[in-house]
């Protein structure tokens, strides 16, 4: 790993496998027509590690090529004001 370049890791390719591979790790415990989001919703985002990148790593110590915390995604989806 330590020899591989990170055009390779960080090409498009692999970036979308790990997209799809975090798309279906999740798991959904209740959902009452909440989600998905229609995209014009109010939320509260709350915690100390909502816009924390380093919570991201957890105990891995590579770093991410795009990191996006929790407030990056939901500020891309349903806008700043929201």
């Keep these: ?45 709350i915690g100390p590690n909502a816009d924390n990148e380093a919570i991201l790593l957890g105990n891995y110590n590579g770093m991410p090529i795009v990191p996006i915390t929790p407030k990056l995604a939901l500020e891309q989806r349903l806008g700043k004001n929201n």
Excluded: C, R
């Excluded at 790993?1 to 415990?29: C, F, M, P, R």
């Excluded at 909440?34 to 939320?43: A, D, F």
């Design 1 to 45: 790993y330590s020899d591989t370049s990170i055009d390779v890791v960080g090409s498009n390719k692999h970036l979308a496998l790990t997209q799809e591979a975090a798309q279906k790790s999740l798991v959904l415990l209740k959902n009452e027509q909440v989600l998905p989001l229609k995209g014009n919703e109010k939320i509260a985002l």
